[in-house]
């Protein structure tokens, strides 16, 4: 998969939780992705369709780090999974592929996104609507983990 598309995303992600939760996540080491399998506990998967490409990015959070960062970002403390913590997710996914578009579009590259979907639970699966390569990017933070994957047609 092409690097261009892939930097966006993680730039745009790293971006989001700094601004909107004063949360900073370092990136791990990238890998190819075989499984279906979610590496976090609540992920929200979005498509976006283009012109020469379409793909999926998904962005996994575990259950602490997601926890956290509703509470920095919304101020309040909540315990479990809920439908506040899938409504953020969803936002998060919203706000960082709007991120990425907006990259992407500067290198001529231009986007439709769908509505995002958030999908809970452990062991729970992410199914890109696309056939590529599936880049699994980790991210780590004082309050857990995140996973971005990326899969595109080019």
């Known amino acids: ?9 993680l730039s ?13 996540v370092k990136p791990g080491r990238p890998s190819l992705k075989k499984d279906a399998i979610a590496r976090g506990d609540v992920s929200g998967l979005i498509g976006m369709v283009g012109p020469t490409a379409k793909g999926s990015f998904s962005i996994s959070f575990d259950k602490e780090l997601a926890l956290n960062v509703f509470r920095l970002m919304v101020g309040e403390t909540i315990e479990e999974l809920s439908e506040d913590i899938t409504d953020m997710v969803g936002e998060v996914t919203n706000m960082v592929a709007g991120g990425a578009k907006r990259q ?9 996104m769908a509505t995002p979907i958030v999908v809970t639970g452990p062991n729970h699966t992410i199914k890109h609507q696309v056939d590529g390569s599936k880049v699994l990017m980790p991210f780590i933070s004082e309050h857990g983990k995140a996973y971005i994957e990326i899969c ?3």
């Open 1 to 9: 998969m092409n690097a261009e598309f892939v930097n966006p995303f």
């Open 12 to 24: 745009s992600f790293i971006n989001v939780l700094q601004t909107m939760a004063q949360v900073e």
């Open 104 to 112: 992407l579009g500067e290198k001529g590259y231009e986007f439709n």
């Open 152 to 154: 595109f047609n080019q």
